[in-house]
């Protein structure tokens, strides 16, 4: 899969934001292949995630409430 040069990039520091978690959280997702990163360089902090990678992390991760096996 190919990024998509129109959309919006994030950096770790405005997910760790975004999300009320530290920046060495998203960096382990990252690490992991949980959340999709992309490198632009070698430098640390050059890694930018795209809003729609964060979406799809977000959807993959989102709460349901148990399904109600009783019956009235």
């Known amino acids: ?7 919006t ?7 760790a934001e975004r999300l009320k978690v530290s920046k060495r ?3 382990r997702w990252i690490a992991v292949g ?5 490198r632009l360089s070698a430098q ?3 890694v930018r995630v795209a809003e ?7 959807e993959e991760r989102q709460s349901r409430p148990p399904h109600d ?3 009235d």
């Open 9 to 15: 990039y994030y950096t770790t520091e405005e997910i």
């Open 25 to 27: 959280t998203v960096q």
């Open 44 to 46: 640390a902090g050059s």
């Open 52 to 58: 729609s990678d964060l979406r799809k992390f977000l």
């Open 69 to 71: 096996t009783t019956e």
């Open 1 to 7: 899969m190919t990024a998509a040069v129109d959309e």
């Open 34 to 38: 949980t959340l999709r990163g992309y």
